[in-house]
């Protein structure tokens, strides 16, 4: 079973900046295609970050040039930077891992951004 753990989460003043990472359990990393999503309160869990296999990524309107997505497969690893965060960036944010017809996700990391 393939596990995904995310950390780096947590309280941040507006402008500030988080790295989140998340560690993949599993053999064949570099073949999973990883995406980041998040979720506020009250909403719907949004895609906004995703890199393939080839370390093409493609992020949300949302987080676009705010947020920078990349992977380390020596580490078995997908990270987040987020930058010049803004309250309403508050969100759980979830790491996912797809390989053919399965997806994996990870238990979630609670970033708020709050003076």
């Known amino acids: 079973q393939v596990q995904l753990v995310e950390s780096g989460g947590g309280l941040v003043q507006p402008g500030g900046s988080l790295r989140l990472s998340c560690v993949v359990s599993g053999r064949i990393f570099s073949q999973y295609n990883m995406r980041w999503y998040r979720q506020a309160p009250r909403k719907e869990r949004d895609l906004i970050a995703s890199?393939?296999?080839?370390?093409?990524?493609s992020y949300s309107d949302s987080v676009k040039g705010q947020f920078t997505i990349s992977r380390d497969n020596r580490k078995n690893a997908v990270y987040l930077q987020m930058n010049s965060l803004k309250p309403e960036d508050t969100a759980v944010y979830y790491c996912q891992g797809r390989w053919r017809d399965y997806e994996w996700w990870g238990q979630g990391t609670q970033v708020t951004v709050s003076s």
């Open positions: 890199i393939n296999i080839l370390n093409s990524t």
